[in-house]
């Protein structure tokens, strides 16, 4: 079994900050992409970033404020949140593209999803 377990949402001022974790944990053999998603009420869920080898993507509405970083040691993925905006509030959810064993092909995984809300 595969768990990840985020950590760091909660309720920030607009121009504020907030650092995400995510933790993976459990049968995990590799780790190609790991990442993080959000979902706002009524919005389909959309990729806010992703880190796999060197290479980093950003959707554009957060290239310049959020960053993502990871910890292969521990099998963790950060997202601090800089400068943000109320139309950053959503529920994030991270993500990991990982094998569990050399014999099977990469799989997604997700977390419960964290809370982030941006208001005054």
């Known amino acids: 079994q595969v768990q990840l377990v985020e950590s760091g949402g909660g309720l920030v001022q607009p121009g504020g900050s907030l650092r995400l974790s995510c933790a993976a944990s459990g049968s995990i053999f590799s780790i190609n992409v790991m990442g993080w998603y959000r979902q706002a009420p009524g919005k389909e869920r959309e990729l806010v970033a992703r880190?796999?080898?060197?290479?980093?993507n950003y959707l554009d509405s957060v290239k310049g404020r959020f960053t993502i970083s990871r910890d292969n040691a521990k099998n963790t993925v950060y997202l601090q949140m800089n400068s943000l905006k109320p139309e950053d509030t959503a529920v994030y959810y991270c993500?990991?593209?990982?094998?569990?064993?050399?014999?099977?092909?990469?799989?997604?995984?997700w977390g419960q999803g964290t809370q982030v809300t941006v208001s005054s």
């Open positions: 880190i796999f080898g060197g290479a980093t």
């Open positions: 993500n990991a593209l990982l094998r569990t064993t050399r014999w099977v092909p990469p799989t997604d995984y």
